[in-house]
């Protein structure tokens, strides 16, 4: 393990002189450190058992490529060679597993034994993952925890905390916007996402849901894209022989991006050139509410105003919504 530390510290080294981001993932054992590198090179997570050893690899995110090293709680502890490595990188990223309140003070409790080793300069990001886990810490209660808020008052650090769901990917990449923009001066282009309308299908195609976020785009008969969607899938299942369905369909400016789950399917129109693994998990977000929603009430109407609050569990839509209200107001 010594040789191969030396290694990637000596290769470290010849990446800087070629100005390549360097991020260290930290985290407890079982955290989910090998989930958050999967999801950063591969765009999903398996269920593959999670190495312990150190990893060191390159990762393109938008139009910059960073470095990500993996490191596990020995090493990262007890290793000079380590402490090296800690010395030079650009990002941290340390992944809190939230199931119980052991792990969340457990996670501190390791971060606090290495914050004096990592330079001040160096951006910080925590991921409060596991936020999928059924009654998992909630996100308010970690923030007032009294070791984090020691690490966020110190105003010589850039630090930043979100609760994300690597296995999901429920957001994943908003969290890693923020410290790749950090490293890199600029905003990570690949995850950007600009949703244009939203349906929600039931079996055979028959709409339940749509909303209009962009209001400059013109409103077409829901029943018969909700037609095309399903004559699309019917083809593609008969083409290929599979259960599957298509998951992106581009037309002219626009691409739909369609997930299924149980009896409903969702299409997310964004731009064309939108990141599709972001679009992906907004719509996974979205159909989950939705789906949340109904089955609490399968009874219920779905007027804008429902509609606007099911949207509004999602952060990321929240924003948009609200920017879209702030506009409409200007208007008057």
Avoid at 198 to 212: N, W
């Amino acid at each position: 393990m010594s040789s191969y530390l030396s290694f990637i510290r000596d290769k470290m080294i010849s990446s800087k002189d070629r100005k390549v981001p360097q991020v260290v993932v930290l985290g407890l054992e079982k955290a989910g450190k090998s989930s958050v590198v999967n999801r950063l090179l591969y765009g999903t997570v398996s269920d593959a058992q999670p190495s312990q050893l150190t990893c060191f690899i390159n990762v393109t995110y938008g139009k910059s490529i960073i470095t990500i090293i993996e490191a596990d709680e020995e090493t990262s502890r007890e290793s000079p060679y380590f402490q090296d490595i800690l010395s030079e990188i650009d990002g941290v990223v340390f992944v809190i597993d939230t199931q119980t309140l052991r792990h969340v003070e457990a996670s501190f409790e390791y971060i606090f034994s290495l914050l004096e080793k990592i330079p001040r300069k160096t951006s910080i990001l925590f991921l409060a993952n596991k936020t999928d886990v059924a009654n998992s810490i909630p996100f308010p209660d970690l923030l007032q925890d009294e070791a984090f808020q020691v690490i966020m008052t110190d105003i010589d650090r850039s630090v930043s905390i979100y609760p994300v769901s690597a296995k999901t990917g429920e957001n994943f990449y908003t969290a890693f916007d923020w410290i790749i923009s950090r490293m890199t001066g600029r905003t990570p282009l690949r995850e950007e996402v600009n949703p244009k309308r939203v349906i929600i299908l039931q079996e055979g195609g028959v709409p339940a849901f749509d909303y209009i976020f962009d209001a400059s785009i013109e409103e077409h008969d829901s029943t018969l894209l909700g037609g095309l969607i399903s004559a699309l899938n019917i083809m593609a299942t008969t083409i290929f022989e599979s259960e599957s369905v298509m998951d992106v369909v581009k037309l002219g400016r626009v691409k739909m991006i369609i997930r299924k789950m149980g009896g409903w399917s969702i299409v997310l129109f964004v731009d064309r050139d939108d990141s599709e693994s972001k679009a992906q998990s907004l719509a996974e977000e979205i159909l989950n509410a939705f789906v949340e929603e109904k089955e609490r009430d399968p009874t219920k109407e779905m007027p804008k105003q429902v509609k606007y609050e099911i949207l509004t569990k999602i952060p990321e839509i929240a924003i948009l919504l609200d920017k879209q209200f702030d506009d409409e107001e200007d208007q008057y």
